[in-house]
């Protein structure tokens, strides 16, 4: 079992930088694949970033250039750091850790993007 708790949203004008946190509870997280996903009112949820257990990272195309995923397995803790955001990124932001069979949500953090 992993427990996932996000950190980090808020509001924040166009053009600025969040760094989100996640961090995860138990003695295998550097075993898990870690994600962020975002879900935006009236939309489905999305796939942000990803990083293996081995620290290769894939971004959408929505944000490449822009967010950066990362992770401390000292720390048990993935990062998203996001800059020059825009409106459009406003959504709650979702921490997931998957291994396996097994996937992980944490509850969410609020990202707003004011115009």
């Known amino acids: 079992q992993v427990h996932l708790v996000e950190s980090g949203g808020g509001l924040v004008q166009a053009g600025g930088s969040l760094r989100l946190s996640c961090a995860a509870s138990?003695?295998?997280?550097?075993?898990?694949?870690m994600a962020w996903y975002r879900r935006a009112p009236g939309n489905q949820r999305e796939l942000v970033a990803h990083?293996?257990?081995?620290?290769?990272?894939t971004a959408a195309d929505s944000v490449k250039g822009r967010f950066t995923i990362s992770r401390d397995n000292a720390k048990n803790t993935v990062y998203l750091q996001m800059n020059n955001l825009k409106p459009e990124d406003t959504a709650v932001y979702y921490c997931?850790?998957?291994?396996?069979?097994?996937?992980?949500w944490g509850q969410g953090t609020q990202v707003t993007v004011s115009s």
């Open positions: 997931n850790a998957l291994y396996g069979a097994s996937n992980f």
């Open positions: 138990g003695r295998t997280f550097s075993n898990y694949a």
């Open positions: 990083i293996s257990s081995s620290g290769r990272t």
